[in-house]
């Protein structure tokens, strides 16, 4: 008991909190304050626990300062509670982000190509025998593009509301990579003759990832469109992949208009994506990329971006790989 009189009682101290604990202590010696401080502190039994001191100046008669008399409060509980109303509030404004971002795009990006195929159908209802051959063509191929986009968000916007709400099912299996490729390949082969983009698959027959079906084929259905997207004509993108350890890095690489250091920064934060015009004026909401980084870290996994201005963009991520 002897020891601790003193000030050896702060051996017991949890390290990273001494040195804040002594800063209060000798200002209030110094000062003749009564000072607060919070600590984690060593009980017997080993276990560290939040305390908060309290020590009160005490003078004689005479006002002469004789020291401090003091209390400790254990506090544990008290901050346990306050990390976890912290986490809470750091859900809540993330939910509301993610609630805002859902209410924008449809409100704005569903509701204009929606608009779109609601006038170019009025007009072909109402004014369809003043149209010729080709202009009649020309509005059903506006309205079929407008249709196929509206759609796509659709499917976006879904798959992302069943992640945010953790409905959205995880059953990962060995899957062949090469094989997966090959069948999204066919979905946007009309897109990139429309461009003339050479497009090559440059994985091995054999590289395998062990991951869910519908999440890995949504992340590469979203980074080849994105591609397309922002790939000139007769531009070319590719798809590769190596083995790195136990997991696979998966590349989709493109000749595009490429992205500046501040706007990568922003392209997997909802509510903060850049929105950006496609090399044919395609629009989009955003909400792939973020939605592909949600899928590949579900699937314990991360997504990254390698881009320069004018010299095309690499989307990077990793997925297990298979046995």
């Known amino acids: 008991m002897g020891d601790d009189l003193g000030m050896n009682w702060v051996k017991n101290v949890f390290t990273d909190d001494l040195e804040n604990l002594l800063l209060d202590y000798q200002k209030a010696l110094s000062s003749r304050i009564t000072f607060l401080s919070e600590f984690r502190f060593k009980r017997e039994d080993g276990k560290f626990r939040w305390i908060l001191m309290k ?19 254990d506090i544990t509980e008290q901050k346990e509670i306050q990390d976890k109303v912290e986490k809470i509030n750091i859900e809540l404004a993330e939910l509301n982000t993610a609630k805002d971002k859902f209410f924008s795009i449809i409100s704005h990006d569903l509701r204009s190509p929606l608009g ?56 990962p299996e060995c899957l062949n990579l090469r094989t997966i490729i090959n069948g ?92 950006a015009l496609g090399t044919a004026k395609e629009t989009g909401s955003g909400l792939g990329l973020i939605l592909c980084k949600e899928l590949v870290e579900k699937q314990k996994g991360r997504i990254w971006v390698e881009s320069e201005k004018d010299k095309g963009t690499t989307f990077l991520f990793n997925l297990p790989a298979g046995n």
């Open 55 to 73: 020590g009160v100046p005490r003078f004689s008669n005479a006002g002469i300062f004789m020291g401090f008399i003091g209390s400790c409060a």
């Open 184 to 275: 999204l390949e066919s979905i946007y082969t009309q897109n990139m003759k429309n461009k003339q983009i050479n497009f090559k698959i440059e994985v091995e027959p054999e590289i395998s990832v062990f991951a869910d079906v519908k999440m890995t084929e949504t992340i590469l259905r979203n980074l080849i469109s994105n591609a397309i997207k922002f790939t000139y004509p007769n531009g070319t993108i590719s798809v590769s992949s190596e083995v790195d350890n136990d997991s696979v890095v998966i590349k989709v690489k493109d000749t595009g208009i490429g992205m500046e250091p501040e706007i990568i920064s922003k392209l997997f934060r909802v509510g903060e994506s850049h929105l």
């Open 116 to 171: 779109g195929l609601k006038e170019i159908l009025h007009m072909m209802a109402t004014e369809y025998d003043s149209f010729e051959e080709n202009e009649i063509k020309e509005l059903i191929g506006e309205a079929a593009a407008s249709a196929k986009n509206t759609y796509s968000l659709m499917e976006n916007l879904l798959e992302w509301s069943f992640v945010q709400t953790g409905k959205i099912p995880y059953n």
